[in-house]
């Protein structure tokens, strides 16, 4: 019956976290692998206006009827508030369409599931290297993925020239995947005159930009890094954005994300929102309740939502602390290198340059663990192990 199944060969993150579970080296081994936000105490944080939050929510308990198929609207004001700014006028003509989705992850395949009912011969592009998930996704909902040119390894900056100069072979419609912030998986992000540069040609060749913002807040602030979004909407883009609040309110398992569709005018949205309910309907048909619940409460009250704010800077911030160590240890150790690229990327993924033998040695030889492609998670560093991995870095290094 099922002898035709192909066997999974597993999530290559996922299979590295099971790995390490398994390692029975429980002093020293140190877990750089997965996209996680650990705190200095090395835990999955709470955020105190999540605790906040559910403390409402728990008093008195809430029934749980279903949600709306797009979700609870102060949820999806709370998209729009953080992707396109208070008060926005594109929010305000009406032309933006937001829905509640499953973590980003569900945004992205309502995203793709849409564009390739609407637009069938559109193609996607994503940037070499990308999360490894956007591929399956817009595959999974039946389109072709092409890379465009992105990370330069030998200046571990962006390869912009090339980049340009491959939009300009794009056709009509196709779809440009773009990290607006904090690039999964090398950190290496644009600069707001490269994006203006970008963003002219994808208005030139009528592509169209699906910006996936996973970790707002985390590199720049809330605002600057929604600078390539709000650039894009103000040049007159149709803009697809698909936003997580995974990482930002440490809410992985509440699969908390939205999907906003910016049209050109408010009859178009009015369809294109009608459609993308649609799509939720036909797969999952409403999204989780508590996970709206905490969003809607912590994003619309004043005092939580900037207590929030301040968490996500205290996570940044302490991001930015153990980049700056770890650059700091390694320079000290290896003087003829240059490891400035450490803090000059943004965000919870770095880069490291690390050839996959590297990661191995890493791995085996000092239990240290991260993806073979070189991602380091800075986030799983603390004060207790940033100065171990420096230096098993440097070995490897040597
Ligand atoms: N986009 C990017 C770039 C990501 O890194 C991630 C999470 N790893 C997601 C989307 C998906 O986020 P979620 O866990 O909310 O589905």
């Not at 700014?85 to 499953?102: M, P, W, Y």
């Not at 980003?104 to 849409?114: N, P, Q, T, Y």
């Not at 929604?226 to 398992?253: H, T, W």
Request: glycine share 8%; hydrophobic share 40%.
């Amino acid at each position: 019956m099922f002898e035709h199944v192909t066997a999974y060969a597993g999530d290559p993150i996922l299979g590295l976290m099971d790995k390490f579970a398994n390692d029975p080296r429980t002093d020293i081994k140190v877990n750089l692998g997965v996209g996680v936000y650990y705190t200095e105490d090395g835990k999955l944080p709470v955020l105190e206006c999540v605790k906040a939050a559910e403390a409402i929510i728990a008093n008195p308990p809430r029934p749980r009827g279903y949600l709306p198929m797009d979700g609870l609207p102060g949820y999806r004001k709370a998209c729009q508030d953080l992707l396109f700014g208070k008060n926005s006028a594109v929010v305000a003509e009406g032309r933006v369409a937001t829905i509640a989705t499953l973590g980003g992850s569900g945004a992205l395949k309502v995203g793709a599931d849409f564009i390739h009912q609407w637009f069938p011969t559109a193609k996607c592009y994503v940037s070499n290297p990308t999360w490894g998930n956007h591929i399956s996704i817009f595959e999974g909902a039946g389109m072709e993925v092409g890379k465009y040119p992105y990370y330069d390894p030998a200046t571990i900056g962006v390869k912009f020239d090339e980049l340009c100069e491959f939009f300009k072979t794009l056709n009509e419609n196709d779809v440009v995947l773009l990290h607006p912030c904090c690039h999964n998986p090398t950190g290496v992000d644009l600069t707001r005159e490269q994006w203006d540069v970008l963003l002219q040609i994808v208005k030139d060749q009528k592509l169209i930009p699906f910006m996936d913002i996973a970790y707002q807040g985390f590199g720049e602030d809330m605002d600057g890094d929604a600078y390539a979004i709000r650039r894009a909407v103000e040049m007159g883009l149709p803009v697809f954005v698909s936003n997580s609040f995974s990482k930002n309110l440490s809410l992985y398992g509440e699969r908390v994300g939205g999907l906003s569709v910016v049209s050109p005018t408010k009859e178009e949205s009015d369809k294109v929102h009608g459609q993308l309910k649609f799509t939720v309907r036909r797969i999952y048909s409403s999204p989780p309740a508590h996970g709206n619940a905490v969003v809607d409460i912590v994003m619309n009250d004043d005092k939580l939502f900037t207590q929030w704010v301040g968490e996500v800077y205290e996570m940044r911030d302490r991001i930015r602390e153990m980049r700056q160590k770890l650059q700091d240890v390694l320079s000290a150790k290896l003087p003829e290198r240059d490891f400035s690229y450490f803090t000059k990327q943004q965000g919870m993924f770095s880069f490291t340059g690390l050839t996959a033998e590297q990661v191995v040695r890493l791995r085996d030889e000092f239990a240290v663990y991260m993806v073979e492609n070189g991602r380091m998670c800075i986030a799983g560093l603390n004060n207790a192990n940033v100065e171990y991995v420096a230096n098993a870095m440097a070995e490897v290094l040597k």
